[in-house]
């Protein structure tokens, strides 16, 4: 892949792992941002996610660290650090050192994800992370199936090709075989939680108007790094899509759904209906990963005069993410050709 001329140091919120994944007591090793960072769960359930390494000498806490109470031990010298990543005991000393830190990251866990807050500089949270139920106008976790899942680690994608998808209409026909080309009914690009919807059929055939179409998406952007989706008209469901930086040039996907529950008899077929209609729209994901996986970042894009305007406003938008500032060079080559007459 061609490196994108994008920064793979977004600011936002992204998701590092599931909650499930790492119980009480333990440690939970990962790199993201080019950081090794290790995530544990104190007694109290609390999740404290932090740079791997322990300031006394280097150990990496991911191997052999124990947690022990509401704190986090090293295995090499037995030093152990708080959840704010403050050093609290040196075993063999009678006070600890209060001057080195380990960095920590706001954490918050919601829809059975782990979600961190990344920024360069350090600066607190300015958005809050989308949620597939709260976000929305109706629905809660309790009218819907349990969640299916799609991991997909290291691959060479940037989080904005998959937040892109969302105003990239013409996709739809090509990668997803829809019957006809959506139509945007919503682009609200004003703050950092930004909203696409429109309005979208997988049934039926080509000769079929949009204005018949009686189904749709909406979504959510929360940032770069998490979006949620609710769809109407067609099977009940909801998505989260969250694409994490690992380094220079990978990142990890992971993709949810829920199907909505009917009110049926048989519970069983229920669930093997819903496993069945999520497995169909994991699969419609993959075919955007396959896209995306091989794609080079298109700076200074050929956009068609219907494409310009949502290419242009999401990248606008994705550039306070970075930072330098700047998404890429596309954005000022459409903004100039916006303004021609
Ligand atoms: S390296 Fe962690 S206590 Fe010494
Ligand atoms: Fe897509």
């Known amino acids: 892949m061609a490196k994108p001329p994008l920064s793979m140091k977004p600011t936002g919120w992204f998701q590092v792992a599931w909650c499930d994944e790492i119980g009480v007591g333990d440690v939970h090793r990962m790199k993201y941002f080019s950081q090794d960072m290790v995530a544990w769960r104190a007694a109290s359930g609390r999740l404290t996610v932090m740079n791997a390494y322990c300031e006394h000498l280097g150990a990496h806490l ?22 704010q990543g403050r050093n609290v005991c040196i075993p063999y000393q009678d006070r600890p050192n209060r001057g080195r830190r380990i960095r920590t990251y706001p954490v918050i866990e919601r829809n059975e994800s782990v979600y961190i807050w990344h920024d360069v500089d350090g600066r607190q ?42 105003v990239d209409f013409a996709h739809f026909r090509y990668v997803h075989r829809t019957p006809i080309v959506p139509v945007f009914t919503r682009h609200d690009f004003a703050a950092p939680v930004s909203y696409v919807d429109f309005t979208i059929t997988f049934e039926g055939d080509d000769g079929q108007q949009i204005e018949d179409v009686n189904s749709g998406v909406q979504a959510v952007n929360g940032g770069l790094g998490v979006a949620v989706t609710k769809s109407w008209g067609m099977v ?45 729209v994991i699969r419609q ?46 954005v000022e080559v459409s903004a100039a050709s916006l303004e021609r007459p």
């Open 62 to 83: 991911g191997y052999g660290g124990r947690v022990v109470g509401e704190v986090l031990q090293c295995p090499f010298h037995g030093w152990q650090w708080s959840q």
């Open 125 to 166: 949270p300015f958005f809050d992370a989308p949620d597939v139920f709260a976000s929305f106008d109706e629905g809660s976790a309790a009218d819907y199936h349990p969640q299916q899942r799609l991991y997909r680690p290291g691959l060479e994608l940037h989080p904005q090709y998959v937040l892109e998808n969302g």
């Open 236 to 280: 009940d469901n909801r998505t989260i899509s969250a694409i994490t930086p690992v380094d220079g040039s990978t990142s990890d996907v992971r993709f949810m759904v829920y199907i909505g529950r009917t009110t049926g008899k048989d519970a069983a077929r229920a669930e093997l209906r819903a496993r069945e209609f999520g497995r169909e």
């Open 285 to 330: 994901f993959e075919q955007d990963i396959e896209i995306w996986a091989h794609q080079r970042y298109s700076d200074r894009p050929a956009l068609t005069p219907d494409e310009l305007a949502g290419f242009t406003a999401i990248r606008t938008w994705a550039t306070q993410f970075y930072p330098d500032g700047r998404g890429s060079s596309a």
